[in-house]
């Protein structure tokens, strides 16, 4: 959503009219996923994706219509339709595409989501308020567009649940359609204790798209040049860095250190934090006394049971790189609300 509305601001800066096509709802497999989208100005510029080529001729005709009317349009695509040899999915799914003018969208959001914003964008598709748009910052509400008041106040529920779980979603308010894009950061991933394992799965997770801090308190170990796919490096106790770092509800926490002298003033720490994710390596038998060290120091079952230990789901993993396969699996599964059960047995 940044990079588009930018995009379009550039193109109305030279006179241009745009055109934004998004991925609204899909069904079955599909190249692209809600949120995926398409800008196509009134000279024939393009800009994104929203079926890696499959149906973008299609879309951008109608984009040509829309600019032409100003009236938004929203276009179905699959296998099963009557365009199918000519713009069908090849990958067997469907999806639905929501075309509509930006005229002056940038400034309607004041000037849009920022980096490091986490909320969502609403479109209204259909029914009352056709056409608005709005800006939901998750802790302060709305607070940017043109959405009616009490439509904004009816989505925002929904909106909130579409940020939390990452997910945009068509959603029904009253007797309108919007369509909410959730807008968040790259998910944080602090990994505590350095080695080999933690340089892999420094690399594998920043592929998958967490933005990786790696702590430790042994500056022999906690070296930047070890772990370039890192953002930051930082060296210090769990007291020292747990404050600083300040895990929020979308932060990942994995534990790698064997070492007492980290494990057991970290794990309260990062319980006491509202936290995700927490993994703690180990077999299963030291997970086992941990749960019974923190329940014997008075900690309540609920907050013992958030620690996923061994860490991992459970593949068989044998070497450092097996074993970040395992954990970025098992991150995965727990921030797309998947099954996280089965842990590997790494010790």
């Not at 879309?59 to 040899?85: K, M, N, S």
């Not at 749960?291 to 958030?306: F, Y």
Request: proline residues 7%; contains cysteine; negative net charge.
């Amino acid at each position: 959503m940044r990079a588009a509305l930018e995009t379009c601001r550039q193109w109305e800066a030279e006179g241009k009219r745009v055109a934004a096509a998004t991925v609204v709802a899909v069904a079955g497999s599909t190249p692209r996923r809600e949120g995926a989208r398409l800008l196509i100005s009134s000279a024939g510029d393009t800009w994104g994706s929203v079926s890696n080529g499959c149906v973008e001729g299609d879309v951008a005709a109608h984009a040509g219509e829309v600019l032409r009317t100003g009236r938004p349009h929203l276009a179905a695509y699959g296998i099963t339709d009557e365009f199918a040899f000519n713009v069908g999915l090849s990958c067997g799914g469907s999806i639905q595409v929501f075309i509509e003018p930006w005229a002056g969208l940038a400034e309607c959001l004041a000037g849009g989501p920022g980096e490091g914003f986490v909320g969502a964008v609403a479109t209204v598709m259909d029914g009352p308020g056709e056409g608005t748009h709005g800006l939901l910052d998750r802790e302060g509400g709305w607070v940017a567009g043109d959405l009616p008041a009490p439509l904004a106040e009816l989505l925002a529920p929904a909106a909130i649940a579409a940020v939390d779980a990452e997910r945009s979603r068509v959603v029904a308010a009253g007797q309108s359609r919007v369509f909410v894009e959730a807008v968040t950061p790259a998910p944080r991933l602090l990994l505590f204790g350095a080695g080999h394992t933690a340089e892999a799965l420094t690399q594998l997770a920043a592929a998958a798209g967490f933005r990786v801090t790696v702590c430790d308190p042994r500056p022999a170990l906690a070296v930047p040049e070890r772990y370039p796919a890192a953002a930051e490096v930082l060296v210090g106790w769990p007291d020292q860095l747990v404050p600083v770092v300040a895990p929020d509800r979308r932060t990942y926490a994995v534990l790698l250190a064997h070492d007492p002298k980290i494990e057991v003033p970290l794990l309260p720490l990062l319980l006491a934090t509202p936290a995700c994710y927490i993994g703690v390596l180990g077999s299963r038998q030291t997970q086992a006394d941990r749960v019974a060290r923190l329940t014997a120091e008075g900690w309540p079952a609920e907050q013992v049971a958030r620690l996923h230990g061994p860490v991992g789901l459970d593949l068989g993993a044998v070497t450092p790189e097996e074993v970040a396969v395992s954990i970025v699996a098992q991150m995965v599964a727990v921030r797309r609300g998947r099954p996280a059960g089965g842990k590997v047995a790494a010790g």
